[in-house]
C-alpha cells in the first residue's frame, strides 16, 4: 500500500465507483482522498460509499480521507415553454421573476440578487460562458440583454455574474442540510462552494466547529480579491480551474492557478488542482498529451494534490484514470528538474521553535541520507510544517489521532500510521523505529529523523529533533 510518490490523487465518487469492489482497486491503484459530490446523489448514496470507504480503511489498515463537496448556491434560470429556444446575435432577451415558463423573449431568473448587482454594460453568462448576455436596463425585477454571443439554451441553465460580488451566502439551505449529514457520518473535509469573501468561511467554520478541515474552492474572481486573507482562513484550497475559467479569460487561469499554489505553499496549506485534468478519459482509455502536460505541471509547481472529477465518477475508465495519473506524478517526480525546482522554491521559515526544528529535519535527513522523516503529531501541525518544506526523503507521520492520519492523506509527501498514544519521548522513539520497518521506509542500519513536541500531546509544539539509527 506504500505509495512511491509525494504528490496526492484525489478521485471523485459516482455512477462509475459506487461499489465496494470498485472502491477497493481505486485505493490500490493510488487513490488518497475520495471526494463526494452533494451536487448528485441522495443521502443514502453518500452513507453507502462513505461506509465502503472506512470498511475499506479497517480491511487494508491505511488511513483514507473523505471529502464531502458542497453544491453552494446555483444560479440558474427557468423553464422554456419548448424546453429550448434559440438565441441569435443581437437581438434583444430579457430576464424577470416571473414564474411563467420562457419564450424566445425572456425567461425567469429566481435570483433577487442578480437583479439587485445588475447595472447597464454588465455580461450576464448562461450554460457555462456559451451564451452571452450585455444588459441593456434593469430594474428591481427585469433585466432586458442584448445577445452578444447566441446559441441554444434550454431549461434550468446556469448563469455567471463576472467581476460581481453577489449578496449571497455560499452555504444554500440544501447545503446546511448536507453539511449536517456530512458532519454526522464523520467526514474528514467539508469543501466549500462558491466562496466569494472571508465571511463565507467564517460562517462555515461556525456552523463545523471542529469538526471536520475546511477546504475552499476558488472559483469566483471575487474569491481572488481576497485570496492571502482566504487562504490563512482555510485548512486547504481547490483550484477550481472549470468554473474560474467561465468568468475569468482563459488566458488568465494558468498565471492564477501559479499563484494560489505559490501561497498556499507559503502558508503551509495543501491545495488541490482540479478540473477537466484528464478530461478525454471520460471516454477514451487514455489521455491527450495536453491533459497529461496539465497534471505534470501543478505536479513541477508543488500542487499538493491533484483531482480527478467526471473520469472516475461518471466516465468509462475510472480506474484507469487513476492508474494514469499516478504514473504521471511518478514520472514527473523522478524527473531531475522536478527536485531543481522544488529546491529553488523553499520558502523562508517562520522565526518560530517549530519552524526552525522542521527545516532542521530537512536539512539534517539529507546532510545523513536518512531514509525518512518521521513526524509524531497529534494536530497534524507538525506534519504539515514538514510538508512545506518539500523534503527529498518520504514524510512518515505517526499519530494517536485516526482523524489526523486520514486528514493528512491531502498533504504532500506524508505517509500516515495510525497507533496508540505515547506519553513518553523514548517510547515515541521506539514506535518510530518499529513504523519504519514495518511500513517500508527504512531497514536495519538506515538512518531516520524524527521531530515531536515534548511534553507529549500539546498539539502544536514542535520542539525535539533526533536521529536515530534502525536497529
Known sequence: MRRYRNTKIVATLGPSSRTKRQIRSMIKAGVDVFRLNFSHGSHEDH????????????????????????????????????????????????LDLEEAAGSGRRVQLPHQEIFDAAVVGMDLLLDDGKIRLRVQNATESSIETKVITGGTLSNRKGV????????????????????????????????????????DVAEARELINGRASVLIKLEKPAAIEHLDELVKMSDAVMVARGDLGVELPPEKVPGIQKRIVKLCRHWGKP?????????????????????????????????DAVMLSAETAAGEFPLESVDMMNRIILEVEGDEAHQVLIEESQETPEPTVSDAITL????????????????YTTSGSTTLRAARERPSVPILCVTSSIATARRLGMAWGVHSVHIDEEERFSAVVKRALDVSKSQGFAEQGDQIVITAGVPMGKPGSTNVLRIERVP
Request: net charge negative.
Open 160 to 199: 455567471n455574474v463576472p467581476g460581481v460580488t453577489l449578496g449571497l451566502s455560499s452555504l444554500s439551505e440544501k447545503d446546511r442540510g448536507d453539511l449536517e449529514f456530512a458532519l454526522s457520518l464523520g467526514f474528514d473535509w467539508i469543501a466549500l462552494s462558491f466562496v466569494q469573501r472571508p465571511k
Open 271 to 303: 491545495v488541490v488542482v482540479a478540473t477537466q485534468m484528464l478530461d478525454s478519459m471520460v471516454h477514451a482509455p487514455a489521455p491527450t498529451r495536453a491533459e497529461a502536460s496539465d497534471v505534470a505541471t501543478a505536479v513541477y509547481d508543488s500542487a
Open 47 to 94: 452513507r453507502s460509499r462513505f461506509n465502503a470507504i472506512r470498511q475499506l480503511e479497517k480491511e487494508l489498515d491505511w488511513p483514507v480521507a473523505i471529502m464531502a463537496d458542497l453544491q453552494g448556491p446555483k444560479l440558474r434560470i427557468g423553464v422554456f415553454e419548448n424546453d429550448e429556444i434559440e438565441l441569435n446575435v443581437g437581438s434583444s432577451f430579457v
Open 360 to 375: 532542521a529535519a530537512r536539512q539534517v535527513a539529507q546532510t545523513v541520507s536518512a531514509s525518512c522523516i518521521i513526524t
